[in-house]
């Protein structure tokens, strides 16, 4: 079954992505990591996104809706997670189109939410390594030895420019505004 997962930032829907792609071997399909990776690699699209990154803010629905729709296209039968898509209204629709040219169906919508005060712990205490992707804590689980990846040896972990306190707090609004409305919608579906 194809699955959607999304929530505020910090509710977990990597985690529980990367447990789903372990245990059941589906595609993860994260929009934010898209983004870092092409930001990282400076390619256009990375640029684009930038600005709306470092603000908080949702990219423009014309750039995330083709990103997601080219990597939808290749998968070839995979069983996907969308981890952070759709993020608004908008993007729930044309999801709804492109997964039916595509013949394809999302069979649950996972709504994963937590307390703001948990929220902002887990946002401002993360820390990820560059070079593998794996997730940190400083208090709930902090590398063995500090600054150094369990899981690629690399000395490359550091704090998201996003998850420092002054763009927390509009994230969580964009958050409320746009994805909240989403629980209404998929509710209505009968998938939610
Ligand atoms: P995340 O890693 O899911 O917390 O996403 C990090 C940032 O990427 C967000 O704050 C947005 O700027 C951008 N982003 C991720 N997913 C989307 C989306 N579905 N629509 C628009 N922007 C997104």
Do not use: W
């Not at 789903?20 to 595609?27: K, Y």
């Not at 995330?64 to 729709?69: A, D, H, Q, Y």
């Not at 609004?173 to 009968?190: A, C, D, F």
């Amino acid at each position: 079954m194809n699955i959607v997962l999304f929530g505020p930032p910090g509710a977990g829907k990597g985690t529980q992505a990367a447990l789903l792609v372990q245990r059941l071997g589906m595609f993860q399909i994260s929009t934010g990591d898209l983004f870092r990776e092409n930001l990282k690699n400076k390619t256009k699209l990375g640029i684009e996104a930038k600005t709306f990154l470092d603000k908080g803010e949702l990219v423009p629905d014309s750039v995330t809706v083709s990103m997601v729709e080219d990597v939808l296209a290749k998968l070839g039968g995979k069983k996907f997670i969308l981890d952070g898509f759709p993020r608004n209204l908008s993007q729930a629709k044309s999801l709804e189109s492109i997964l039916m040219n595509l013949k394809l169906k999302v069979g649950k919508a996972v709504f994963l939410k937590a307390p703001y005060k948990a929220l902002l712990g887990r946002l401002t205490g993360r820390r990820v390594c560059k070079n593998c992707g794996t997730v940190f804590h400083i208090d709930f689980s902090p590398p063995k030895q500090a600054g150094v990846c369990d899981k690629c040896g690399q000395k490359t972990i550091y704090q998201r420019d996003d998850d420092k306190e002054s763009v927390i707090e509009n994230r969580l609004k964009t958050y409320e505004e746009s994805t909240l409305p989403l629980v209404e919608y998929y509710r209505k579906t009968g998938i939610y």
